[in-house]
């Protein structure tokens, strides 16, 4: 059990005289100034207008928490079990590829931050580091392993048996982007981290994708990836498949139809994440938290449901929670930490994160994780 004393660190905060950013937006603000404008732009822009992206916010602003109160919640346990593994916290990283833009450490420094606070990890298939680099810099804490299919499916299978030799401990297949998202800000910046030889921490490492090669010089590796990537045939043959190769945990990550959610259980996943991309992909998509209860009823409690896209508190994990969320995946606030002081900034934002969740919980009168599903939430 994690005892708390949550007005500990607030009063840290406050007597320490750090002057690390607080709250998303200045977060944002300050990640901004330590980025280049491309690398920047990548990271906080969505898709089209930016519609899905701005409602992702938006729309957890919508719900409204009512506390309960003088129920004892000296002893705030936020712990939670998934796939037999228990972690202390109910909040992952979310897969983040190319992180050397952000900083020249790029995932080492990342997973160290999350090792430090026993938050899992979830590596990119696009990553800047392999999962090799990744494992030695991070050691035994939990790490999982986000998959972007390949056209050539030896590249998928051969990344996949890496991850489990690593010790990961689930494969997160991303559904939503087998084609890229109308960026405009990319567009407007002329940036593509892939094509500049961002990501490509495991396709470096990997012989079956070098074998695949003409040459192994840059151009014709990111060539090679691209190729790869771009895979408009994905389709639940390929969670079949996927099934096949792995007795990890699979999820399968941009769920937000119910129906989608069903298929899913059907095909053998073992959990789901609820998410938009971040507002990274189709612009018009819901919000994943209020598709949330949709997919929660149809899930009825089968597989773990995860949601992303718009966390940025600890009253946003008591909102996904009460709605129904077994976990959140914490995505820009991170990259942000990264940004702005490296490994460090990460821990820092995970430090406020952890805490401020816990405050949260205690405040809106839940014990365990498991309590807040019976937190009363209403919507405006
Ligand atoms: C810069 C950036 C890169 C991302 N790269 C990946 C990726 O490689 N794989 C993946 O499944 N999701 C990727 N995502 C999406 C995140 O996993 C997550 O769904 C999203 O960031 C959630 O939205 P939020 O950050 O606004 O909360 C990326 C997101 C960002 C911001
Ligand atoms: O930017 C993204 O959201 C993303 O998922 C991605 C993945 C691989 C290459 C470039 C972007």
Do not use: C
């Not at 004892?72 to 992952?92: A, C, M, N, R, W």
């Not at 897969?95 to 420094?109: C, F, Q, S, W």
């Not at 940025?312 to 709605?323: E, F, N, P, Q, T």
Request: proline share 4%; net charge negative; hydrophobic share 40%.
């Amino acid at each position: 059990m994690t005892t708390t004393k949550p007005s500990d660190s607030f009063l840290e905060n406050i007597v320490s005289g750090a002057s690390f950013p607080f709250g998303p937006e200045e977060l944002e603000a300050e990640a901004k100034k330590k980025m280049s404008k491309e690398a920047f732009g990548f990271t906080r822009s969505g898709a089209g207008g930016e519609e899905t992206l701005k409602n992702n916010v938006a729309s957890f602003a919508n719900y409204s928490i009512v506390p309960q109160y003088l129920k004892d919640v000296s002893q705030v346990d936020t712990s939670i079990e998934l796939f037999g593994h228990k972690y202390q916290h109910p909040f992952l990283l979310a897969p983040v590829g190319m992180l050397k833009i952000t900083h020249e450490d790029g995932e080492i420094a990342v997973a160290k931050a999350a090792a430090k606070h026993h938050v899992p990890f979830i590596q990119s298939t696009t990553s800047s580091y392999s999962i090799e680099d990744v494992t030695e810099a991070s050691g035994t804490s939990p790490k999982w392993f986000q998959l972007y299919w390949s056209n050539n499916e030896n590249i998928s299978y051969s990344m996949v048996k890496r991850a489990e030799k690593a010790g990961y401990q689930a494969i997160v297949l991303t559904i939503d982007t087998f084609m890229f998202g109308w960026r405009e800000e990319d567009m407007r910046n002329h940036f593509s981290p892939l094509r500049e030889g961002y990501g490509t921490g495991n396709y470096l490492t990997d012989d079956v994708f070098l074998a695949t090669l003409p040459n192994v010089d840059k151009e014709s590796v990111v060539q090679g990836i691209l190729e790869n990537i771009y895979h408009p045939t994905l389709n639940w043959k390929h969670v079949a498949e996927l099934r096949k190769w792995t007795d990890l945990p699979i999820l399968l990550k941009g769920i937000l139809h119910p129906e989608d959610a069903r298929r899913a259980i059907e095909s053998g996943a073992d959990g789901i994440v609820v998410s938009n991309h971040g507002g990274r992909q189709l612009d018009g998509a819901v919000s994943s938290i209020d598709i949330l209860p949709s997919i929660t009823e149809v899930v009825d409690g089968k597989i773990p449901v995860l949601l992303d896209s718009g966390i940025r508190r600890g009253s946003d994990v008591v909102k996904a929670l009460a709605l129904g969320a077994d976990a959140i995946l914490l995505g820009r606030p991170f990259v942000y930490g990264l940004a702005i002081d490296g490994q460090k900034g990460v821990e820092k934002v995970i430090e406020n994160f952890i805490q401020e969740t816990k405050v949260s919980l205690a405040l809106s009168g839940a014990i365990k994780v498991k309590d807040a599903r019976d937190i009363y939430i209403v919507k405006r």
